[in-house]
């Protein structure tokens, strides 16, 4: 079975300082693991992902992930937050194949001027 | 201009009817899925099709019923079964490949008046 974890349901950060949101993971193969970003009332957008290879991963809008295997974890990791990433975010993970996704609970970022 | 529809974007359900959401998709996507979002709950898989003429169930699939007979339509019914369905409904399509990230629509809005 495969599962996701994401710990802090809110996290807060000024503008212009770096920001971290967590995520952890199971599978029982190798992981495909994504990052997708939901604004209020609408549906989610993708932000990156990670397959395989490099363990920082780069995506949309300036963010970037961290796989990192011995921990299991899969963190988002922005250097400078905007008001405008103010939003909620979800990480999933597919195991190999399997043909579904399973998605954390979300954390909701607030950034503030 | 590629994307996937959901409609409509609001619907009011009295108790003991069922309802139909639409969902449709021009990305010639093989698997498509429902999602249920409840606040603090993140996404819960209701059903989901990796090709047509064939679906599977998710984790709360009970009271609910899809079918997929063309490639890019995967309406969702929610029949008077489902106990509390006031919900925010997602629908997502991908490629087959493990990889592959999910496209949203901008859900459905469910409410049982």
């Given amino acids: 079975a495969q599962s996701v974890a994401q710990p802090e349901d809110q996290v807060n950060v000024a503008e212009g300082n770096p920001l971290t949101v967590k995520c952890t993971y199971s599978v029982s193969g190798n992981p495909y693991l994504f990052w997708y970003v939901q604004y209020p009332n609408r549906g989610l957008q993708f932000l990156l992902k990670y397959i395989t290879g490099d363990n920082l991963v780069k995506g949309s809008y300036g963010f970037e992930a961290e796989f990192n295997k011995s921990q299991t974890s899969f963190h988002l990791k922005k250097p400078s937050a905007l008001v405008s990433d103010s939003a909620l975010y979800f990480c999933a993970v597919r195991d190999g194949d399997a043909g579904k996704s399973t998605f954390g609970d979300g954390t909701t970022l607030t950034v503030k001027p | ?113």
């Fill in chain 2, 1 to 113: 201009d590629g994307g996937i529809t959901q409609s409509p974007k609001y619907l009011f359900r009295k108790e003991g009817q069922n309802v139909t959401l639409s969902c449709e998709q021009n990305l010639n996507h093989d698997a498509m899925y429902w999602y249920r979002q409840d606040p603090g709950q993140g996404l819960r898989l209701i059903y989901y099709s990796q090709i047509v003429n064939d679906f599977q169930k998710g984790d709360i699939a009970e009271g609910y019923s899809v079918s997929r007979e063309k490639k890019e339509s995967f309406p969702l019914t929610v029949t008077s079964a489902q106990k509390n369905p006031t919900a925010f409904y997602l629908c997502a399509s991908s490629t087959r490949q493990g990889g592959a990230e999910a496209f949203f629509g901008q859900g459905t809005r469910l409410t049982v008046v």
